[in-house]
Structure formats: C-alpha cells, structure tokens
C-alpha cells in the first residue's frame, strides 16, 4: 500500500476488539486506514471523512495531543477544521504547514474547502505516479 508504513509497524499499531462472542479482532490503526485510503476510488473520500467525524465524535471531550494532531492533519470537512481551530488555536497554529488548517485559522469553510479538494487531487496524482510503474511491470510480467 502506499504511504503506510512496514507490515511490523502496523502490526504495533493495530486496535484490537473483542466481539460479544469472545471473538478477538486486529484492524488497522485508524491512522493507518485513513493513510491507506487515500486512492483514486471516489468511495474511499467520504470514508475517509467519516473516519474521521466519528473519532471526533467519540473523543472530542478530553482529546489527546496525538488525536488533535490527527485531526488537524487528516480532517476533511471544513467545519470540522475551523471548529478545531478555534477550540484548539496552539495546535492549529503548529499544523498551520497544511494550507486547509491556515484558512481554518481565518475562519473561512470557503478557503479550507478548496484546500481540501486541492490536497485530493494530489493525493490522487501521487496514487497514480506510485502505482504506473507497478501495473506496466506486472503487465510485461504477464506477456512473458
């Protein structure tokens, strides 16, 4: 997958559940999902989004450090952003390296939209430059 990280890390990083039958499951940390869907595929945006609005929902009362660097790094809804922004200005202030987090700062949804649709489109382009190369190698692989 691109962008993520060695199958030994992921592994470190996993959240592990347990199901009312005693079931136990290891999914991928949510940084990790939220890292590994960042494709072209349309479906997986909103997901990422949603991934997201729900931590925010689930924890937003006594967030940690690394959950606010999170979701300033990663959030994909312009309300959330100019919300965290205000409620939490130091953090925004030392994510302002993300362009989307700078127009949250100002408080304007127009500005962080943009942002995000810009980040997107190279998150895209960067998924297709990564994975050229492997599909005409696999391709010659199959001609042989």
């Given at each position: ?30 940084p ?7 494709t ?87 998924y ?17």
């Open positions: 997958m691109r962008g993520v990280v060695d199958f030994e890390t992921l592994w470190e990083r996993r959240t592990t559940l347990e199901g009312a039958d005693g079931t136990i499951y290891d999914l991928m940390s949510l990790d999902l939220v890292q590994a869907k960042k072209q595929r349309d479906k997986d945006w909103p997901m990422i989004r949603r991934l997201i609005e729900a931590d925010h929902a689930a924890c937003q009362t006594s967030p940690t450090q690394a959950q606010l660097h999170f979701w300033l790094a990663e959030a994909r809804t312009p309300e959330l952003l100019v919300e965290l922004a205000q409620q939490h200005p130091d953090e925004a202030k030392a994510a302002s390296s993300r362009p989307a987090v700078t127009a949250a700062i100002l408080g304007d949804e127009t500005l962080v939209q943009a942002a995000l649709d810009d980040e997107q489109r190279a998150e895209r382009l960067a297709k430059a990564y994975w050229e190369p492997l599909k005409r190698e696999l391709e010659q692989l199959s001609r042989a």
